[in-house]
């Protein structure tokens, strides 16, 4: 630093307590700041060694453009040191205009106390008061030492109100919030005799704050904000860090605790066409690394950007529970591997357009007994998001080429498929599968063909295809509480949307010896709890026997045909169906059935068992008798059951019929009996046992 003191005394005056006064000027030149002006005023002697001061500062090159410059302060000369009292410093018309901080050529005064020392030129202002335009009143303190080429040091102690101020400007619904914290604020300015160099840093603890509507909330979050740069090239720094706390926004949880953040952002100062280059590195713990540069144009009136971004973990088990499992309550999910993800964008602030390719790498999926196992992937993809940066559809975008996506392994219960891989695009206007390898399937096999999803990402998606299925063996893949003995084939187009299912096309095959067509395939609501699906079955000469052996309820004899349709699933258990099942016409044999399943099918008829003494006699006897017919006919509605006999005789409901010499027959005594099918689940239960 260069200064230089010249004293006039064009005219001297003194009190009338003897005091005296001197006219005074002092040369300021900073050559590396670019800062050279004057210093000038009248210096009133008071008493002993205390003066007064009054002039203004006459600038003649820097960064400051403004009206007058005025300062006062009383000065103290005692002990060697400059001590300053009722300091006033007053900026009027400051050039600049920053509508981000309510500023439009605003007047700015600085009042407080400090201490100068001559000889080494530091300086300690405290108490400080600061006041700039419309904005909170700042209280801080001002130091600076010659050491290290120079360094000066402003430390606020009241940032939150302008913090308030300036985001409230930006965001007017952020006035709204409730919030608290502590705050701290320093402003720097190093080696100001040869290179100088500005910083910024903003240190926070204690951040609670939650959003009006309550999707984004807060908490204990503790860290720091950071700019620097220097004054001759300006190229700002920018670092952020997130030390702990917590983060929620709508279903997006983080524990910033377990995952602190670190960020550093550079850039230039945009350049008369509102020009600026960004260059961006994010180091998130267990959450993955970002790189990115960007480039922004023209950022005062119609913000453009360009760029690229790469993301990169070695573990995704965290970022996949943090981003997918409880933002979309997928209980039981769990994934892990190593993903990353390179792409170059571009666009403004109401679209946006994604172009690059995602690696999977040894990946797992897996929920209950459903694993897909090493997965491996290279994916392209093509997208285009709106201005809340969430995917839409765009006629505009490109095609995007096919990548592969292949599984060591796949498993869900009994089902197992190794070494499958397939093509797959993907883009927001659609994701395109191509052909895919035939599943070995228990003893049959599985195609799938023409799969495609239309938007995607929107909630007017669609996903068609074909399913063909060849000679399956089910009884591998049904449920231990209904053994189904049989094969399946068939074909199937379907047509899935957000809020229904449908289908064209029939399964078939045979179940049990009979003949099995399924059609009327359907689902409403299939990703609500509330979802109801279901179907026609229909099956011709079912062999009685094997069945109702799987089912436990009793040895039957003979063949029955069976039509169930109209079938409602909904929270995992029929809504409504109707049921006819009656022995197969014409097969010229009567049929064998138990005293059990007679039991049986007595307590789900009627609502009662077999009783009496003349049950007690047969039963010493006879374990099983013959039939001539068996037929009911079942309905559910609403939560309420009927049941009805399809053997009518003289006016009399049958269940079962006997032969004409030796049987024994099950009436349906009260035909029009309702109950509710709660009430039908316990009579099973209790004589079936599940």
Request: charged share 20%; hydrophobic share 40%.
């Amino acid at each position: 630093m260069i200064m230089l003191l010249i004293f006039s005394i064009p005219q001297s005056s003194f009190s009338k307590e003897g005091g005296f006064g001197l006219n005074w000027q002092f040369a300021v030149d900073l050559p590396q700041a670019g800062v050279v002006g004057v210093l000038k005023g009248y210096i009133e002697h008071l008493k002993g060694s205390k003066f007064k001061f009054n002039g203004e500062y006459l600038n003649r090159k820097g960064p400051i453009n403004s009206g007058p410059i005025k300062l006062s302060t009383n000065f103290d000369l005692d002990s060697g040191l400059l001590r300053l009292n009722s300091f006033n410093l007053t900026i009027n018309n400051l050039k600049t205009d920053l509508p981000q901080l309510g500023l439009s050529n605003p007047d700015l005064s600085i009042t407080g106390k400090g201490i100068l020392d001559p000889v080494s030129v530091a300086a300690d202002f405290k108490d400080l008061q600061i006041k700039a335009g419309n904005l909170p009143d700042l209280t801080g303190r001002l130091t600076y030492t010659p050491a290290r080429d120079g360094s000066c040091l402003l430390e606020i102690s009241n940032p939150l109100p302008l913090l308030e101020q300036i985001v409230e400007i930006n965001f007017p619904d952020f006035e709204k919030w409730d919030k608290e914290g502590n705050f701290s604020l320093k402003i720097a300015l190093r080696k100001i005799n040869s290179a100088p160099e500005a910083s910024l840093k903003l240190d926070f603890s204690e951040i609670s704050a939650a959003s009006a509507d309550g999707l984004a909330l807060v908490d204990s979050v503790v860290g720091n904000i950071e700019a620097t740069s220097l004054l001759n090239n300006p190229q700002p720094t920018l670092n952020i860090t997130f030390q702990s706390g917590e983060a929620l926004y709508d279903t997006f949880y983080v524990n910033i605790t377990k995952h602190p953040l670190n960020a550093e952002i550079k850039s230039t100062l945009p350049d008369k066409f509102g020009k600026i280059k960004l260059k961006t590195h994010i180091d998130w713990k267990g959450m993955g690394n970002i790189k990115a540069d960007a480039q922004l144009k023209d950022i005062f009136h119609s913000p453009a950007f360009s760029g690229n971004v790469e993301y990169k973990t070695d573990e995704l088990s965290a970022p996949f529970k943090a981003f997918a499992i409880d933002p979309f309550s997928l209980e039981g999910l769990s994934g892990n591997g190593k993903f990353a993800l390179r792409c170059a964008f571009n666009g403004t602030k109401p679209k946006t357009h994604l172009r690059g390719e995602m690696d999977f790498e040894n990946c797992t999926v897996s929920k209950d007994e459903t694993v897909f196992k090493g997965i491996n992937a290279d994916l392209p993809f093509v997208l285009s998001l709106n201005e809340k940066l969430l995917p839409q559809a765009d006629d505009t975008l490109p095609y995007s080429p096919a990548g592969i996506i292949s599984f060591d392994e796949i498993k869900s219960g009994q089902l197992e498929i190794k070494d499958f891989a397939f093509p797959i695009s993907v883009s927001s206007n659609s994701i395109e599968f191509g052909t895919v390898p035939t599943i070995n399937l228990e003893g049959g096999t599985l195609n799938l063909s023409d799969l495609k999803i239309r938007h995607p990402f929107n909630d007017d998606f669609a996903l068609n295809g074909k399913i063909v299925t060849n000679d399956i063996n089910l009884l591998p893949l049904s449920p231990q509480s209904l053994p189904i003995d049989g094969q399946l084939s068939g074909d199937l187009k379907f047509w899935l949307l957000k809020d229904h299912l449908s289908t064209s096309g029939k399964l078939y095959g045979n179940v049990y010896g009979g003949e099995m067509t399924i059609d009327e395939i359907f689902a409403e609501n299939p990703f609500e709890d509330s979802r109801q699906y279901g179907a026609d079955f229909n099956v011709k000469h079912l062999d009685l026997e094997p069945l109702s052996k799987a089912l436990d309820i009793g040895r039957i004899t003979g063949r029955m045909d069976l039509d169930l349709n109209e079938l409602v699933i909904a929270y995992e258990q029929p809504a409504s169906f109707h049921l006819v099942a009656r022995t197969t016409p014409g097969s010229g044999k009567s049929g064998d059935i138990s005293l059990k399943a007679v039991n049986t099918l007595s307590v789900i008829g009627t609502g009662s068992g077999l009783t009496g003494a003349g049950v007690g006699v047969f039963s010493q006897f006879f374990k099983e008798f013959g039939y001539a017919g068996l037929g009911l006919e079942c309905t559910l509605n609403d939560d309420i059951f009927k049941i009805r006999g399809l053997i009518r005789d003289d006016g009399i409901e049958y269940i079962i019929k006997r032969p004409p010499l030796f049987g024994i027959n099950v009436i349906n005594s009260n035909p029009e009996n309702l109950i509710s099918f709660s009430d039908m689940l316990k009579r099973l239960k209790r004589v079936i046992g599940n």
